[in-house]
């Protein structure tokens, strides 16, 4: 039973392999092949990831290809978002030809990889797209139609607008009989203060939650 269960693990993991270097853009520059994506597919906005690099050249044997070393030592990454780019910090992979470097996409929408530079004296001048950076909406379970901070900003809507009631209904003495010189009229001012008071609080509190 073990055994079907550790078989049954491998299985989606390799599955998922699969999957992941499926998104994967693979482009070749003479002798070289080169596989850009994320390191964890999809990629989501504000989730950390990594922009994975393989670079490999046929091996001695026909038909193999091996890894790349020192692949970027004259060759620059830059992440490109719309007109906005940013110099990469390559790290390498303990196997041969894959590097990464960490990222966390903060827009969704598409992006791509600016590679410009010398390939073990191959000049290299490149954009690769990568997969599109989505919305945590696709991850999410179970799906939220409205936010407990819509709620929030609900309940205060309506706290806001029963205060707003209550003032008029003060003003135009309808509703409360009271002298504008007596002591239940300074409890009612008192009383609507203090709930003001209560909803600016309120307020600040879900402002400084989010």
């Not at 392999?17 to 850009?36: G, K, M, N, P, R």
């Not at 620059?76 to 906005?84: D, I, Y």
């Amino acid at each position: 039973m073990k055994a079907i269960l550790l078989g049954s693990v491998a299985i989606l993991f390799s599955l998922g392999l699969v999957s992941q270097a499926y998104a994967h853009t693979t482009i070749d520059v003479e002798q070289f092949e080169i596989e850009v994506g994320w390191g964890i597919e999809p990629p989501i906005v504000g989730i950390r990831n990594d922009f994975v690099f393989e670079i490999s050249e046929p091996g001695e044997t026909e038909g193999l290809k091996v890894g790349v070393k020192n692949a970027f030592k004259n060759v620059e990454a830059t992440a490109k978002f719309g007109g906005v780019t940013k110099i990469l910090d390559i790290g390498s992979d303990p196997r041969p030809g894959h590097y990464f470097s960490h990222v966390i996409p903060t827009k969704t929408g598409s992006y791509s990889i600016l590679l410009k530079g010398d390939l073990n004296g191959v000049p290299i001048d490149v954009e690769i797209p990568v997969e599109d950076v989505e919305s945590t909406a696709v991850l999410d379970f179970p799906p939220t139609t409205v936010s407990s901070s819509d709620q929030d900003v609900a309940a205060l809507k309506s706290a806001v607008s029963s205060l707003q009631q209550e003032v008029s209904s003060i003003k135009s003495g309808s509703g409360i009989e009271v002298s504008a010189q007596g002591a239940a009229y300074d409890y009612a001012v008192l009383g609507l203060s203090i709930a003001a008071a209560a909803i600016i609080l309120a307020v600040i509190a879900l402002v400084k939650r989010k």
